[in-house]
């Protein structure tokens, strides 16, 4: 799914070189955290949040087809506080 991701979101911004996508296992499933360039952000969660449900769902999809369980969170560091 790590590949799946950095695959799609890539492609989507203008600077690829800052995807970072962070598996978090935590027993029960596998949390994907996707950071991004503030600039970029727009254009990952999309239009009402169009684009990025559309990746969780095929995230969703393929991972339930491998017997996995595993959500997407899309981390804005603009808003983390140290």
Do not use: W
Request: glycine content about 8%; hydrophobic content about 40%.
């Amino acid at each position: 799914m790590e590949d799946f991701l950095n695959f799609v979101v890539k492609r989507l911004v203008d600077r690829p070189d800052a995807v970072v996508v962070e598996p978090v296992d935590n027993g029960k499933q596998t949390v994907y955290e996707l950071r991004t360039h503030p600039t970029d952000m727009g254009k990952v969660i999309g239009r009402h949040g169009a684009t990025i449900n559309a990746i969780r769902t095929l995230m969703q999809a393929g991972s339930a087809k491998k017997g996995l369980r595993c959500s997407l969170e899309v981390v804005d560091e603009a808003h983390t506080e140290d």
